[in-house]
């Protein structure tokens, strides 16, 4: 399986810095791809973000589990309790994409990351 993968992040106006992660895991003809972006309000949720992909990626690349979006979001709220002593009050929204090598396509999220198309 052959995955081209582009990343282009802006930083926002209504911060010093970018609060925009990513990342991207392969395993046994799977992929898994992770946009987090961390919430203007708050000091810290651009670290919040980069922890959540974080351990999203290395979770994906360790494990032989079953993929499935159940899992998925049972793993993301694991990931969010575990963090929650780091990152009291953070806040991020996600993109996650799932692909297999037999065209199986997968796409969660929250908050205000969304899919969409951009010709050109």
Wanted: hydrophobic share 40%; net charge neutral; charged share 25%.
């Amino acid at each position: 399986m052959k995955i081209e993968a582009r990343w282009l992040s802006q930083k926002g106006t209504r911060t010093d810095d970018n609060r925009d992660h990513a990342g991207i895991a392969g395993r046994h003809g799977e992929f898994l791809a992770i946009v987090a972006d961390g919430a203007t309000n708050g000091s810290n949720n651009g670290g919040y973000a980069r922890a959540i992909v974080k351990a999203v990626v290395d979770w994906f690349a360790g494990t032989d589990d079953a993929w499935g979006h159940e899992l998925m979001q049972a793993k993301l709220r694991e990931i969010h309790q575990a963090l929650r002593k780091s990152f009291p009050r953070g806040s991020a929204s996600i993109i996650l994409f799932h692909v297999t090598d037999k065209g199986s396509l997968t796409v969660l999220h929250s908050g205000d990351c969304l899919l969409g198309r951009h010709d050109g």
